[in-house]
């Protein structure tokens, strides 16, 4: 429920920049920039709770995925590890993570 409910936030976020842009609305700079921030921010947190790693929710999807068996050997090695894996993995993968995340914060609002 996590990362849907972000990707609707966004969305919604998004909508709204694209009519404040469609009927060419004069809003203060700074608005403009917490609704696109707000859009930005919500699409990373989409990302990053997809990442597989136990609390993450992306760990409830891939034991969903696997067998049975699989999903309770690897459990407690996620879980005793999780913070070392997500930590290495945004180190290690953070430039196509961002990149990820710009270009669909780019897609939602229309730049």
Same mark, same amino acid.
């Given at each position: ?27 203060? /700079?700074?608005? &403009?920039?917490?609704? @696109? #921030? ?10 990053? !709770? +997809? *990442? ?26 996620? /879980?005793?590890? &999780?913070?070392?894996? @997500? #930590? ?10 961002? !990149? +990820? *995340? ?10």
């Amino acid at each position: 429920a996590g990362p849907a409910s972000n990707l609707v936030m966004a969305a919604i976020g998004a909508l709204a920049v694209r009519l404040l842009i469609g009927f060419d609305v004069a809003v203060p /700079g700074a608005v &403009g920039t917490i609704l @696109i #921030l707000f859009v930005f921010y919500n699409v990373a947190l989409t990302v990053f !709770n +997809l *990442i597989p790693v136990p609390p993450l929710d992306g760990s409830t999807l891939l034991f969903r995925v696997l067998d049975p068996r699989t999903a309770w050997q690897l459990r407690p090695i996620l /879980g005793q590890y &999780g913070f070392v894996i @997500i #930590l290495v993995f945004v180190f290690t993968a953070g430039r196509p993570i961002a !990149n +990820l *995340i710009f270009d669909v914060t780019r897609l939602l609002v229309g730049f």
